[in-house]
């Protein structure tokens, strides 16, 4: 199987991802009779009325290849009359390779306002595009320009004259009021067959295809192909509740699995990119983990929910202790956080500099605290000035392998008493009945080296033990020091 964005016909990227299919019968037991309602008629009425809001979207742009690099010479038998006759000819082609070429593609978008000319569609469909043209259902063709773009949704807004011919546009609809089994109508550019129509239902809800961190993607079995990304998933009443994105496929053509972005995520991100030409994220500056069963039962959680706080990230809008590892989210300004990866997506959609309230469980206990929102683009900009772009930035403060650790900083050297010599991370908790706990190890232990590597930060023992883990190594050996500054090994187990 495969997974791809619907890229066009002329330039197509297929990525392979893992996966694996179960198809199997089992025999269903005898029930209830539900009436069925019987599918629409027909769409005509519906389509015809939304297809002049609908647009192909061409770009074009230069590429350097082909030449002698791209046409290798043929080999030919010794001694063979032709020779001369193809060194000749492909000598002559030398530094051609260099010359650029135009490079041609075509994917799909929709007018959401005719006035000033708005219009959406992927990312993917204008990345590295030098021309961006729109053409219309009768004919006319419109240069654009490029208001915004946004990598993490795959989504783009641009802009093309109003004043130079009457637009249609369609509205957005509510994403979150669909069901499963709704009839949906996709429009698009299919193969650069403009102005195709498909139906089908909505397959699923709130799908994670990891294609980026905010995935919640429609699934629908209308008919996706390639090049029709960016176009719109219509509701019977004619408003937009998705933008379709990818499907999953093994040759590129539709088999009834096709992934749209969901209304309510993008209407923010596009209205950020059309104000600003930028997104404007709310940052927590946490990182999180899942809670599984065992994690819920050794903090004393009924069920397995929320978002594990495993790190704080030094600088952020909760390096204040008002977060601390260990945690677990289980509700963010008024939403309740169900899955590790509900909480970056509501927490993206939230207003920079908001305070908002958040759920903990603490020790076993419900708590409430109130945060004020930072920004992700700043957080991602630390991130890129202290440790070269690893996207959330330094921690300075964690929970691993039963352990709190922290900087040992004058703070901490000040509250454990740590003689000056001591250098590396210290342990401010060690939690009950956990693996460190069990190998003797307390609150004010100092971890200088993990696996003969010395660290200094929590970072760096985050990092080693996480490289521990995809070796395959069931446990880490640690050199502690004590307040005074003695050494002992323990080797604590990381499953």
Do not use: C
Not at 169 to 175: H, R
């Amino acid at each position: 199987m495969f997974l791809t964005r619907i890229w066009p016909s002329v330039r197509q990227a297929v990525i392979p991802v893992a996966a694996a299919l179960f198809i199997g019968v089992a025999a269903v037991p005898a029930g209830p009779v539900f009436a069925q309602k019987a599918g629409p008629a027909s769409v005509a009425d519906l389509a015809e009325g939304l297809l002049d809001a609908v647009v192909n979207i061409s770009t074009s742009q230069n590429v350097r290849g082909g030449g002698r690099d791209a046409v290798p010479m043929p080999e030919l038998p010794e001694g063979s009359p032709f020779q001369d006759f193809f060194d000749d000819f492909f000598n002559n082609r030398e530094g051609q390779g260099s010359r650029p070429r135009r490079v041609q593609s075509l994917g799909s978008g929709f007018v959401i306002d005719a006035e000033e000319g708005i219009i959406v569609t992927n990312n993917h469909v204008i990345a590295d595009a030098d021309e961006i043209e729109v053409n219309f259902a009768n004919g006319d063709k419109l240069k654009a320009e490029l208001i915004g773009r946004d990598t993490k949704t795959d989504l783009a807004v641009l802009k093309v004259d109003a004043a130079a011919r009457k637009l249609t546009a369609v509205g957005f609809g509510d994403s979150d009021g669909i069901r499963i089994g709704d009839w949906v109508l996709a429009i698009g550019n299919p193969f650069g067959l403009g102005g195709s129509v498909s139906i089908g239902i909505v397959s699923a809800n709130n799908r994670d295809i990891n294609s980026g961190p905010y995935d919640d993607y429609i699934q629908t079995d209308a008919a996706i192909n390639r090049g029709n990304s960016g176009g719109p998933l219509f509701n019977m009443a004619g408003e937009v509740i998705g933008i379709n994105t990818a499907i999953i496929s093994p040759s590129g053509g539709s088999i009834g699995i096709g992934f749209s972005i969901p209304a309510k995520l993008a209407i923010n991100v596009i209205d950020q990119l059309r104000e600003f030409g930028e997104t404007r994220r709310g940052w927590l500056g946490v990182r999180i983990q899942p809670v599984t069963d065992d994690i819920a039962e050794s903090l004393g959680m009924a069920t397995a929910k929320g978002a594990l706080v495993a790190g704080i990230v030094k600088g952020g809008p909760v390096d204040d202790g008002s977060v601390q590892p260990g945690d677990v989210i289980i509700k963010f300004d008024g939403q309740d956080i169900v899955e590790m990866r509900d909480l970056p997506r509501i927490v993206a959609e939230s207003p920079v500099g908001k305070e908002v309230d958040v759920v903990i469980v603490r020790k076993g206990k419900e708590e409430n605290v109130k945060v004020k929102l930072g920004r992700l683009e700043d957080g991602e900009q630390l991130a890129a000035d202290e440790t070269s772009g690893d996207g959330e930035g330094d921690v300075a403060t964690a929970a691993i392998l039963g352990m709190t650790i922290a900087e040992l900083d004058d703070d901490a050297r000040a509250r454990f008493e740590i003689a000056q010599e001591v250098s590396g991370v210290v342990v401010t908790e060690v939690a009950e009945n956990s693996a460190a706990s069990e190998k003797g190890v307390v609150a004010g232990d100092v971890i200088t080296e993990i696996a003969q590597e010395s660290v200094s930060n929590p970072q760096q023992v985050m990092d080693r033990i996480a490289a521990l883990k995809e070796q395959g190594r069931k446990n880490a050996l640690l050199m502690l020091a004590s307040k005074s500054g003695e050494l002992r090994f323990v080797t604590i187990r990381m499953d």
